[in-house]
């Protein structure tokens, strides 16, 4: 029997209700348990409230303003009336579910993932209103509670406090009937990154599944990450024998994917960046010789031949004015991986043998270059190389191991990668990229924007965001109209279940944790104010004396600074 419809509405509802972490593993368990393996792919997508994998095109499109008139074609109401309604309730969802008395076609939801899928993918020449019309035809077919739901899903707000992570421990103990095997799940998911087709082949061929995934041209992975130390001396004792330092540049992350002419270029949080940036596009066309490679590297700024700030290079994320900013800010890519080569995955294959194949594939030019680097199993060659770096301006340097087994391990931060900064080497302050969950009125010369911002780390044991400071300095004026501006879109009502927020910290707005700033602190105190790390050390731990650096638009809310990290460094700066 294809799963109606109604019964995804129904878990909706009872998620909707629920705040404990391990209730909502269990009702989805429960869940996925029961319908058919076929069905797997399109409910996961739609409990998260999204129609495919995240690194395909998922916004549908639809402004409140033509939800309404969807609500109004369904319902046959009046617009006045539906506006009404809109401004007693405060939830279009809600509105649509008062005002739908219908229900007796059987929407599955096979029949309302393709009718998402249409409303997508509809454009040109009366676009909007096709898309209009097929959500108000769904919306005259759904009963009440459907029709909130597919209400709140069309605009892309069904938040539910369902994330990747909570599927993906569902899926362990629906399909693989342990939790044990969560870690393996996550590593196929580094993988194959989208989620649908992973619970699919969990549910058909178990546990077994995770050994099918590799990379492939077009699909992204998630991107390997470096771990940090104190001392370039840490470096070796974690990296044994040679290793090959790296440049570090300060842009964005870029995975280019060419398959014959055709190159696709993917952020850090998987999303498809390349009409941001079509020189670079245009240079990965020209100088990659391979027919389809995947390629890693980093994207910066540059002003007569000089590499900018990566505040600049931030200017360039735009749907608009792109050709404009393009002259305005060029950019060039350093590449420093190849992950794929015709036809082949890589990833297991050392570092320096994909360095060699990188550099083999390239030519190079004004805008596509090799990350520089040196080999070596000496400090003092390091160590002078870091220097060198510095002095011309770069961040410091990535260090990278050489050994047999310096796999590319996507999603992973791990010793393979270190990051040594000049910050850490001048014993500078610790820097956090903070989800922002909060903000307090401004008063005086802040009146209108806000007076501090709260501000949290990613859990990601359980998914929430804890509360760990709260930001009142360092913003610019220009600052202040950035965030008021970049935070408009995710004020919400009533706090949302994934943060964990107490008093005294109650903010007078709450956000959708979304935006991630990058804060710069002094120490990290034990505090009964904040949440962070509570369940692990039984008191909060909170960042004293923060200040604003600067927005992070690379980084999602699961990029952000993790508890664990917090802990660990909250350790090291107390035993010493
Ligand atoms: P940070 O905030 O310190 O820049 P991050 O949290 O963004 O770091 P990390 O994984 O900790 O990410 O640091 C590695 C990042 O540095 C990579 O994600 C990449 O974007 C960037 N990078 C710059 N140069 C290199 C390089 N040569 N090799 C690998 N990564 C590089």
Not at 118 to 139: F, N
Request: hydrophobic share 40%; aromatic share 8%; with cysteine.
């Amino acid at each position: 029997m294809p799963t109606a419809f109604k019964n995804l509405a129904a878990l909706y509802a009872e998620l909707e209700k629920e705040t404990s972490y391990l209730k909502i593993r269990d009702i989805l368990v429960r869940f996925f348990k029961q319908i058919p393996r076929g069905d797997v792919k399109t409910a996961a997508y739609l409990s998260l409230g999204t129609v495919g994998p995240h690194y395909e095109k998922t916004e549908l499109g639809i402004a409140e303003k033509m939800a309404m008139r969807a609500v109004c074609a369904a319902s046959e109401e009046l617009p006045q009336k539906v506006k009404r309604l809109l401004l007693q309730k405060g939830d279009l969802g809600d509105v649509a579910e008062s005002l739908s008395s219908h229900g007796k076609n059987k929407l599955t939801i096979q029949k309302v993932h393709q009718t998402l899928l249409a409303v997508r993918d509809a454009a040109g020449e009366r676009s909007q209103e096709k898309k209009i019309q097929l959500i108000a035809k769904l919306l005259k077919q759904a009963s009440p509670t459907e029709a909130k739901y597919l209400v709140r899903i069309a605009l892309g707000k069904l938040r539910l406090g369902v994330a990747d992570k909570s599927l993906l421990d569902a899926f362990a103990l629906a399909f693989t009937g342990s939790i044990a095997n969560r870690q393996r799940i996550e590593d196929s998911y580094n993988v194959c990154t989208d989620i649908g087709w992973l619970g699919e082949s969990l549910a058909k061929r178990g546990i077994k599944a995770t050994e099918q995934f590799d990379i492939s041209v077009g699909r992204p992975v998630q991107s390997m990450l470096a771990q940090r130390v104190n001392a370039v001396a840490e470096i070796f004792e974690k990296i044994p024998g040679e290793i090959s330092a790296e440049e570090k540049y300060d842009g964005e992350r870029m995975q280019i994917h060419k398959n014959g002419d055709r190159i696709i270029a993917f952020s850090r949080r998987l999303e498809n960046i390349g009409a941001q940036y079509p020189e670079i596009i245009e240079a990965a066309r020209k100088g990659i010789t391979a027919k389809t490679a995947v390629l890693d590297g980093e994207v910066v700024a540059v002003k007569n031949g000089k590499i900018m700030p990566f505040q600049l290079l931030m200017q360039r994320r735009r749907k608009y004015d792109v050709e404009a900013y393009r002259a305005k800010i060029p950019t060039k890519i350093f590449l420093f991986d190849v992950l794929y080569l015709n036809g082949r995955s890589l990833l297991k294959k050392s570092y320096p043998e994909r360095k060699k194949l990188l550099a083999s594939i390239m030519r190079e030019s004004e805008r596509l270059k090799l990350a520089g680097g040196v080999t070596s199993a000496r400090i003092n060659v390091i160590q002078a190389f870091f220097e060198r770096s510095v002095k011309r301006g770069l961040e410091g340097i990535i260090a990278k191991s050489t050994g047999p087994d310096s796999f590319y391990r996507p999603g992973k931060r791990g010793w393979a990668w270190i990051k040594w900064k000049k910050e850490y080497a001048q014993g500078m302050r610790e820097t956090f990229d903070l989800v922002v969950i909060g903000s307090y009125a401004g008063k005086g010369i802040r009146k209108g924007f806000f007076g501090a911002l709260l501000c949290a780390a990613y859990n990601k044991q359980n998914g929430q965001f804890e509360t760990f400071t709260k930001v009142g300095s360092g913003f610019t004026e220009k600052d202040f109209a950035q965030l008021k501006k970049e935070l408009r879109p995710f004020e919400i009502k009533t706090k949302q279940k994934l943060l964990r927020v107490e008093k005294p910290m109650i903010p007078d707005t709450y956000y959708e944790p979304r935006l991630v700033i990058e804060v710069l602190g002094a120490e990290i105190t034990k505090s009964p104010n904040h949440t962070a790390a509570k369940d692990i050390l039984k008191t909060g731990l909170a960042l004293r004396f923060p200040r604003f650096i600067r927005i992070r638009k690379d980084k999602g809310p699961t990029d952000a600074t993790t508890i664990k990290q917090i802990i660990a460094l909250y350790k090291r700066n107390n035993s010493s």
